[in-house]
């Protein structure tokens, strides 16, 4: 019986869904945009270090899906820009065509200064399935559920006076 109570106490006590960084090891970064917000997750070996959830004004949800994209990896490096200036990091995305982005010729003035935040850092887009991007994804889609996250009950004066 003693060691169970260690063990519920020690799960209590520590917090086990955030790592600490380390800085001798390399970040990752997963972003994802849907249509109300955008979603990153910054990760060291494989564990979660931080998140980001952000919604998006009317101007930006009517961007098409690869600007949202750029935003989102954009906003996500500027965010965590202390962990990852100087660093060398991945960033994994949903959207194929973003894996080229260093590597193509920049479309118009917008996509331009969004490119621009991104030349002091070293880093590589890859590609992520979104069945594999799965927090950032639901980070993304948080605003979306958002209205149903209300609970009501009809008993709740009896519940209170109980209380």
Known sequence: MHTTFERLKKAMVTVPVF???VFSKSFALETDAFGKGIGA???QEGKPIAFMS?????R???KSVYERELMAIVLAIQRWR???LGQRFTVYTDQKSLKFLLD???GGEEQQKWVTKLLEYKFEI????RSDNRVADALSRKFQFAAISVVSTSDWEGIEEEV
């Open 19 to 21: 790592a600490i960084s």
């Open 126 to 129: 890859k590609y992520k399935a």
């Open 82 to 84: 202390h962990y990852l």
């Open 41 to 43: 997750v910054l990760l």
């Open 60 to 62: 930006a949800q009517a």
């Open 104 to 106: 193509q010729r920049i």
């Open 54 to 58: 952000q919604k998006l004004s009317e």
